[in-house]
């Protein structure tokens, strides 16, 4: 599309961004949440975690080095619609296959650039997460768009995972020249990059949809139970915390990671609630209590565990906090072989400071 097409933003609350137009020619709808990643956008615009929400970037240039099969998360872009400050229609890695302008095509994505995203960021810092409308259409009308973005529901009571989980369950074997363990993934939104990690440390992973009852899940034998990331507020997700409760039950390994992390905790009775705007990026600071040690993150999420539930369960050890605002960033069960974290530890784009987790994971497994 015409690349100097005009564009508009919409808040819910009226505040009003002018701008150009990148992606497909149209609207997007969802709630507007920043990330303050410098690099991964890929990576970012492709994690079904985003589904329903319009990303925000903080980082200055978007689109610069193109898009490859190889950094994808899912095979199109899953967030609702995306908002830059300058967007790059030249690809300078050689790498690239595509730009990220075709990609957004192809994603039936519209999005907006060239406004002061230091401004848009700010206001939802201070005034949290909030609805929006991007428009590219000819001829909008700003009060319609207002309407619009007032009547989208609030992210709090959505269940989503439902809409991205897998209806069929699938066979990732290893890519090692073992296969040592059998891997259960739950998938209640996951990212390709969950599984293939998985498979460089011997794991075989079968990936079952969210729904699958548990004794389907035993007829594969599993070693252990992975829980998977996904979008959403998870306390709605009343038979999944079921479900939970029953894996945990069998005394097999249980590692869960956002929202299986979630579903963790509200499976032992600990409470969840939504956030002002999140943590979003590839650069949030942790803090591991066991070890004594700090860690950089990739974090995606709008609710988090709880300090009093947390705290007021004697059977759950924190294990982990955020050190910008001493959130709950992990958990551990005590007496079981089970635990989770509030981030991404997957090796992905951003750092690699978590990856020790997978292999307390598959020291679960030996045992």
């Known amino acids: 599309m015409d690349q100097k097409a005009k564009a ?12 150009t137009a990148i992606g497909k020619k149209g609207k997007s709808k969802g709630e507007l949440v920043f990330n303050t990643s410098m690099a991964g956008y890929q990576e970012i615009f492709t994690d079904p975690s985003y589904h329903g929400q319009i990303i925000v ?51 039936n994505k519209a999005g907006i650039s060239d406004i002061d995203t230091r401004e848009l960021v700010r206001h939802l810092r201070d005034n949290g997460s909030m609805n929006g409308v991007i428009s ?26 439902s809409k991205l989980s897998t209806k069929e369950i699938l066979n990732f074997p290893s890519t090692t020249e073992e296969s040592t363990y059998k891997i259960a993934l739950i998938d209640y939104g996951a ?43 998870a306390s709605t997700m009343t038979s999944s915390i079921e479900l939970v409760k029953e894996m945990i039950a069998t005394d097999l390994p249980v590692f869960g990671i956002n929202m299986g992390y979630q579903l963790l905790a509200l499976s032992q009775g600990l409470k969840i609630e939504k956030m002002v705007h999140g943590h979003r990026g590839s ?12 860690e950089i993150t990739s974090q995606n999420h709008g609710f988090v565990v709880t300090r009093e539930s947390a705290e007021a369960n004697k059977d759950v050890v924190i294990t982990h906090s955020h050190l910008n605002d001493n959130t709950v960033a992990g958990i551990a069960l005590k007496g079981k072989k089970a635990f989770g974290v509030q981030y991404h530890p997957e090796p992905t784009a951003g750092p690699h400071d978590s990856i020790y987790l997978f292999n307390q994971f598959i020291e679960y497994l030996k045992k």
């Open 8 to 19: 508009v933003l919409v808040l819910e609350d009226g505040t009003v961004f002018h701008g």
């Open 136 to 161: 590219s259409e000819d001829n909008f009308d700003i009060e319609e768009l207002l309407k619009e973005a007032k009547a989208l529901p609030s992210m709090v009571g959505q269940e989503i995972s």
């Open 283 to 294: 650069n949030h600071p942790v803090i591991n209590h066991l070890l004594g040690k700090a």
């Open 191 to 233: 990212v390709v990059k969950l599984a293939s990690y998985l498979n460089t440390l011997s794991c075989d992973v079968t990936i079952y949809p969210m729904d699958t009852p548990l004794a389907k899940m035993l007829e594969g034998n599993p070693d252990g139970f992975v829980l998977s990331n996904g979008p959403g507020d």
């Open 57 to 107: 970037m903080s980082t200055s240039h978007v689109g610069n080095y193109g898009v490859t099969s190889n950094d994808a998360e899912s095979d199109v872009i899953r967030c609702e619609g995306i908002v830059v400050k300058k967007f790059s229609e030249v690809t300078s890695r050689k790498l690239a296959e595509a730009s990220l302008q075709e990609l957004m095509e192809h994603s």
